[in-house]
């Protein structure tokens, strides 16, 4: 059997990361890079835990993962990689084996030659590739997405909830000029452009607060370089500044952050941003980031265990779970009155 210490050599970590990884220790702080790296040599050198292995069960099942992007794509805003770190801890834990669903020369194949019990689908999916996913295997369980109620399992966050918890926030620390930043149109749960549910909440809050101003709606790439390019661009052209930011996720806020740096604008002290996501890179900005949570680590768990429920017990209804936001409180926001 596999020992710690070959996962710690193979992946380059110390035999304390490795074992917090595979047990669960919410506090340990490492790259989503790193974490799957270890789950994927764990499940690769067929390591069990202490309580896999007192808790082996003869029930093992075989799920696939199919993902929207690609990693190069991923890394551009880890939200989704981080999903799939968590979907395969979950998998690994529960003495599950993970094959890879990729799509080569338009097909969707597998990584390897074997009969899956199900497939987990992350992002969102056209019409015609749910309908190529499902010929592969019938159970399937959509994360951050739904794209039918009637048939498939679905898990989403609260867009709504997050949204309002934000702006409520700002309101509360006397912000009536609140801009938005990120993409306008983005992909809905059929894989088709639509207006953002962040900016289509964010649109019904202000307006019925009479707070609305459509100067100080930013369109922006969801990436990194896609906020630093777009509030660089605003700043040329724009004399009035919004005194604070939703910005559509972290990735987006910490760009936003460098170009207001460069124009000589300091946060919260100028301008106030709360972002949305709350991945590990809100804890280590400058200053850290208010945010909304949207616990990945819930939408993953529900993911796995509607997997496993529909599995073990030949379930023929579809669930849709909504996951709660939670607000996180940092220092990215100033009160004003």
């Not at 974490?35 to 082996?56: D, F, M, P």
């Not at 834990?93 to 990729?102: D, L, M, N, R, T």
């Amino acid at each position: 059997m596999a020992t710690l210490k070959e996962i710690a050599d193979k992946v380059g970590v110390s035999l304390a990361t490795v074992s917090r990884v595979l047990n669960n220790d919410s506090k340990i702080v490492v790259s989503d890079e790193t974490r799957i790296q270890i789950l994927r040599v764990a499940e690769e050198l067929k390591y069990k835990t202490a309580k896999q292995r007192k808790n082996k069960s003869k029930n093992i099942y075989v799920v696939g993962i199919v993902e929207m992007f690609d990693v190069a794509q991923q890394l551009q805003d880890p939200y989704y990689l981080f999903l799939r770190s968590i979907v395969e801890k979950q998998c690994f834990q529960k003495g599950i084996k993970v094959v890879s669903v990729f799509k080569n020369g338009g097909a969707y194949q597998l990584f390897e030659d074997t009969k899956l019990n199900g497939i987990i689908c992350i992002g969102k999916f056209t019409e015609e590739e749910v309908k190529e996913v499902s010929a592969i295997s019938s159970n399937l369980v959509f994360l951050d997405s739904s794209p039918n109620d009637e048939i498939y399992d679905g898990v989403k966050t609260n867009f709504k909830l997050g949204v309002f918890q934000a702006l409520n926030y700002f309101t509360k620390m006397g912000h009536e000029k609140i801009g938005f930043v990120g993409s306008k149109k983005t992909l809905n749960d059929l894989k088709i452009f639509s207006l953002d549910d962040r900016l289509k909440f964010y649109n019904e809050y202000m307006k019925e607060k009479s707070l609305y101003n459509e100067q100080f709606i930013i369109d922006s790439k969801m990436t990194y370089d896609g906020g630093y390019r777009s509030i660089s661009e605003y700043l040329k052209n724009n004399d009035s500044l919004p005194t604070a930011l939703f910005a559509s996720n972290d990735a987006v806020a910490v760009g936003v952050i460098r170009g207001l740096k460069e124009a000589g604008y300091e946060v919260p002290k100028d301008i106030s941003i709360i972002a949305f996501n709350d991945t590990i890179v809100s804890q280590y900005t400058n200053p850290p980031l208010t945010s909304v949570s949207v616990h990945t680590e819930y939408l993953g768990e529900v993911a796995v265990e509607l997997m496993v429920e529909k599995l073990s017990n030949d379930r023929r209804y579809a669930k849709k779970v909504i996951v709660p936001s939670e607000f996180v409180i940092r220092e990215s926001v100033k009160r004003i009155i």
